[in-house]
């Protein structure tokens, strides 16, 4: 699901914190070393999430923020700011030049640069905190 949040909407929080839980205290956020990636290169997107880009060959930004159920994909398009809510249970990740982001019939991938080289350890974090969600629901024979 993708929210428009340039401005505050009680619904859009309360929707969100639903989906994906509240977010982090700052004091278990230090703990973790942060909870929020630096802002890298949107290199492409799936046709259904074209609408969400610059429309001009402009460079686009997204940042990523996790939750204890999912994780916030921010996109930034001029001045408008949109959200994309994916809980752990739909998101796939997949490395290859680069990474990318699956959920929902939607993907976004990320350029491979400098950025994305500095954002490895909260991929590594995210994925952690994915696996942490999904051995709560393992079932043993």
Request: net charge positive.
């Amino acid at each position: 699901m993708i929210l428009d949040t340039t401005h505050t909407n009680k619904d859009h929080d309360k929707l969100i914190n639903d989906l994906v839980g509240k977010p982090f205290g700052l004091v278990h956020s230090i703990k973790m070393g942060g909870i929020g990636s630096k802002r890298m290169m949107v290199k492409a997107v799936s046709p259904n999430m074209q609408q969400y880009l610059n429309a001009v060959d402009d460079v686009n930004y997204a940042n990523l923020e996790l939750r204890p159920n999912g994780v916030l994909i921010r996109i930034n398009k001029g001045l408008k700011n949109f959200t994309w809510v994916i809980p752990y249970y739909q998101l796939v990740i997949y490395k290859t030049n680069g990474s990318s982001i699956h959920a929902q019939g939607k993907f976004i991938h990320f350029r491979q640069n400098t950025t994305f080289r500095e954002n490895k350890a909260f991929f590594d974090k995210l994925l952690e905190e994915k696996v942490k969600y999904h051995s709560q629901y393992d079932v043993l024979p």
